[in-house]
């Protein structure tokens, strides 16, 4: 069987501002290791499939970018979306191609490019499962990431009856839950609805004809053209689109250290920590003080006393935060003067 990648790397990731803008967004820094989220994406991807059949799927500001970063993917395989529409509109619009250029029957491996995975090898026996169990069944395969704690940030999977092995039907899609609910389903056997799918491209897009009328009027009448196809199409995410949808999705458990490196705060899970339990990136100092996420690559951080904290240097710029509120900086970057925002230092106000 002919395998295929697409990378998902649109968005431009506000809750790391001011590190992250819309010409240098999540996917593109170098948040985890010294290497870009989408360089690492991208590597762990190339021992299970060929770098020409790797497709990333971004938008215009971010083609140059891209292609700098990954010479030896053909310029053609930078798909720019001309609008957000969706993930149901982009993993269609990515199908067709892999359709057209190397028939229905091969298959596609969608994750996105701004993960932290600790386990590569067993992320990449997680997608060959995948991919074997979707060519095999004909199913619309979701890699269940298996729980680490109770997350109400994240959808869940409930695994149903048995089709292969480790490989079940999907017993239903729930959307963020509260977190007592979350330690609940933790605990029944729910998966993290981790964003990892895998099939044959002809049996999605045979699922988007039927059950996604948001979708399927463009895919009928535009196919071959990107810019009329995502003009027509109504936004819907996949999971909403086609798979809540279809009869034939399945589901397999993988646990394999997956983050989806939402927030700052997020780092410190992914990080490497020092003696106190501080994620550091550049230049610290810690006396008596733990648990704290520093990103300051240019200048020297000295912490004490303090706990929970994110402290980022970026440019001139000073953000201090706690851990739990940095899931909520959009709220903040919305409040502030544009000339803060921007990241002049705040020497403008409007």
């Given at each position: 069987?002919?395998?295929?990648?697409?990378?998902?790397?649109?968005?431009?990731?506000?809750?790391?501002?001011?590190?992250?803008?819309?010409?240098?967004?999540?996917?593109?820094?170098?948040?985890?290791?010294?290497?870009?989220?989408?360089?690492?994406?991208?590597?762990?991807?190339?021992?299970?499939?060929?770098?020409?059949?790797?497709?990333?799927?971004?938008?215009?500001?971010?083609?140059?970018?891209?292609?700098?970063?990954?010479?030896?993917?053909?310029?053609?395989?930078?798909?720019?979306?001309?609008?957000?529409?969706?993930?149901?509109?982009?993993?269609?619009?990515?199908?067709?191609?892999?359709?057209?250029?190397?028939?229905?029957?091969?298959?596609?491996?969608?994750?996105?490019?701004?993960?932290?995975?600790?386990?590569?090898?067993?992320?990449?026996?997680?997608?060959?499962r995948a991919a074997d169990a979707a060519e095999k069944h004909h199913t619309l395969v979701t890699v269940g990431v298996v729980p680490t704690r109770a997350d109400p940030g994240?959808?869940?999977?409930?695994?149903?009856?048995?089709?292969?092995?480790?490989?079940?039907?999907?017993?239903?899609?729930?959307?963020?839950?509260?977190?007592?609910?979350?330690?609940?389903?933790?605990?029944?056997?729910?998966?993290?609805?981790?964003?990892?799918?895998?099939?044959?491209?002809?049996?999605?897009?045979?699922?988007?004809?039927?059950?996604?009328?948001?979708?399927?009027?463009?895919?009928?009448?535009?196919?071959?053209?990107?810019?009329?196809?995502?003009?027509?199409?109504?936004?819907?995410?996949?999971?909403?689109?086609?798979?809540?949808?279809?009869?034939?999705?399945?589901?397999?458990?993988?646990?394999?250290?997956?983050?989806?490196?939402?927030?700052?705060?997020?780092?410190?899970?992914?990080?490497?920590?020092?003696?106190?339990?501080?994620?550091?990136?550049?230049?610290?100092?810690?006396?008596?003080?733990?648990?704290?996420?520093?990103?300051?690559?240019?200048?020297?951080?000295?912490?004490?006393?303090?706990?929970?904290?994110?402290?980022?240097?970026?440019?001139?710029?000073?953000?201090?935060?706690?851990?739990?509120?940095?899931?909520?900086?959009?709220?903040?970057?919305?409040?502030?003067?544009?000339?803060?925002?921007?990241?002049?230092?705040?020497?403008?106000?409007?």
């Open positions: 069987m002919s395998r295929w990648a697409v990378v998902l790397a649109g968005g431009i990731g506000s809750r790391f501002w001011p590190l992250s803008t819309p010409a240098r967004p999540k996917q593109l820094l170098p948040l985890v290791s010294d290497e870009p989220l989408l360089v690492e994406a991208v590597e762990r991807l190339r021992p299970i499939v060929a770098i020409e059949r790797v497709l990333i799927l971004t938008n215009d500001v971010l083609v140059p970018a891209i292609a700098e970063l990954l010479p030896d993917i053909p310029r053609a395989n930078l798909v720019a979306e001309p609008r957000a529409g969706g993930t149901a509109a982009a993993l269609t619009w990515a199908a067709q191609e892999i359709a057209r250029r190397d028939g229905p029957s091969a298959t596609m491996i969608s994750v996105h490019a701004d993960w932290a995975i600790a386990d590569t090898p067993g992320f990449q026996r997680a997608l060959t994240f959808g869940y999977i409930q695994p149903g009856d048995t089709i292969d092995s480790d490989v079940r039907k999907v017993g239903r899609f729930v959307e963020k839950p509260d977190r007592q609910r979350a330690e609940e389903m933790r605990r029944d056997g729910y998966l993290w609805n981790s964003g990892i799918f895998v099939w044959r491209v002809g049996d999605f897009l045979d699922d988007v004809r039927k059950l996604t009328p948001e979708v399927a009027p463009a895919l009928h009448a535009h196919a071959d053209d990107l810019h009329r196809f995502f003009a027509a199409v109504t936004p819907v995410s996949v999971d909403v689109g086609v798979l809540e949808r279809s009869s034939r999705v399945a589901v397999l458990p993988g646990d394999f250290g997956w983050d989806d490196v939402g927030t700052w705060g997020a780092l410190r899970r992914v990080r490497t920590h020092d003696a106190q339990g501080n994620a550091v990136h550049g230049r610290s100092y810690a006396v008596d003080a733990r648990g704290n996420v520093v990103h300051s690559p240019d200048a020297t951080v000295v912490l004490y006393g303090v706990s929970n904290l994110v402290a980022v240097v970026e440019d001139g710029l000073v953000l201090i935060t706690t851990v739990d509120r940095s899931s909520d900086l959009k709220t903040l970057v919305d409040a502030l003067p544009r000339g803060v925002r921007e990241g002049d230092g705040g020497g403008k106000h409007d």
